[in-house]
Every structure is written in C-alpha cells, then in structure tokens.
C-alpha cells in the first residue's frame, strides 16, 4: 500500500506568517490528493482537491501544489481561525490513505 | 443541503457487535460511493471502508478486513456499518462521508463528512 507521510508534524507561526506543510506518497498518485482541515472538536473539512484545486468556499490564502509523490499546502498569511489539524490524503486507488496530520498553532 | 447524520454508536464490550448506521439527505444518495472513516482519541483520520455507489463493490482497511462490513440500502438513503469483533483499539469516532463524484469516478475524495458517532470498546 501506498503511505502518506506529512511534515512537520505541528508547527507554531505567528499571525500572517506564511505557512508550508508538506506530503510525500511512497509512491507516485499523479494529482489524485486531497487535504482536509479539521478544527478542534469539528468535523473534517474539505480544502483542496486534485491537488491544487481550492474547494468552493475555502479562504483563498489556501493554496496547493504538487504531482506525484511531493506536495505542499500553503497558507499565505496565517489567520488565527486557521488553528486546526491539516491532514493529506490519496485518492487514487483503495487505500484512501490519509497523512498522519499537521497541528497549526499561533505563536 | 447535504445531511449526514451517524446513529448506532456506543459502548461496547470486546467481542461484541454493533452496527452503525448514516442517514443521507439533500442529495442523490444512490450516484455516489460512501466511506466510513474513523478517528481515535486525540488521533489523525483513518480510513475504514467504502462502498460503490450501486452497492457491488467494497474495500476495506486491513485493520478492519473480515470484521466489519460496509453496506447501503439506496431506497432508505441509508449507509451501515456492521462491526463484528471488536476490540479496544476501534474506540473512535466513525465518520460517515459522501464521495464528490457519481458513480465509478476519479472525483473519490469526500466533500461532506457526517457529525460523526462515538464508539466506545471496553469491558
């Protein structure tokens, strides 16, 4: 099975900061990744798909970009309604594998 | 507006069973293949199953392979989960959610997820 592996594990950024997570499949998905946000005690949420695509209603400070087996999730200026875990997922093929999570905090 | 709503959860012994059920609305429930994904405490999402829109093809994670079973009953709008075996380490939080895309698609991934029902394994 293919394994989605997310860094930094959490992070702590101050406001407007531009923040960076990252997630690499084992093996290469072409564009078929997924990211979630999930706030605290919320459900998951849908932010971008197709790898770079930004979800009707997502905030455009979000961005993602990637192909194959590296991509990235960016937020262009940290917001502290952006505190949430972010988490990658495949889609390609069973396993719909997801990423271990990222915790964004503000400093 | 898409609804989905998870009912069944609870606590459970070890070895026991429960079935957990997701009632859909506001969309059209039998176009599009539906997961169940789960999370436990203070843990990241983990996928569980999934079922094709017309209820003929299924997959499962290994962690849950040969216990559990996926499901769908598209005239009651309404995906299952049947938990057979359980164990403490499925106390989670089970997720029901909707694939984007109709029928066999590329657009799997999951625009609306479930509040979510809490199960509890532990004697």
């Known amino acids: 099975d293919i394994q989605m592996t997310q860094s930094p594990s959490s992070l702590s950024a101050s406001v407007g900061d531009r923040v960076t997570i990252t997630c690499r499949a084992s093996q290469g998905i072409s564009n078929y990744l997924a990211w979630y946000q999930q706030k605290p005690g919320k459900v998951p949420k849908l932010l971008i798909y197709a790898a770079s695509t930004l979800q009707s209603g997502a905030p455009s400070r979000f961005s993602g970009s990637g192909s194959g087996t590296d991509f990235t999730l960016t937020i262009s200026s940290l917001q502290p309604e952006d505190v949430a875990n972010y988490y990658c997922q495949k889609y390609n093929s069973d396993p719909w594998t997801f990423g271990q999570g990222t915790k964004v905090e503000i400093k | ?123």
Not at chain 2, 12 to 37: D, E, I, K, N
Request: charged share 20%; hydrophobic share 35%.
């Open chain 2, 1 to 123: 507006q898409v609804q989905l709503v998870e009912s069944g959860g609870g606590v459970v012994q070890p070895g026991r069973s429960l079935r957990l059920s997701c009632a859909a609305s506001g969309f059209t429930f039998s176009r599009h293949g539906m997961h169940w994904v789960r999370q436990a405490p203070g843990k990241g999402l983990e996928w569980v199953a999934v079922i094709a829109y017309d209820g003929s093809i299924q997959w499962y994670a290994d962690s849950v392979k040969g216990r559990f079973t996926i499901s769908r009953d598209n005239s009651k709008h309404t995906l299952y989960m049947q938990m057979n075996s359980l164990r403490a380490e499925d106390t989670a939080v089970y997720y029901c959610a909707k694939e984007k895309g109709e029928g066999y698609n590329s657009e799997s991934y999951f625009d609306y997820w479930g509040q979510g029902t809490l199960v509890t394994v532990s004697s």
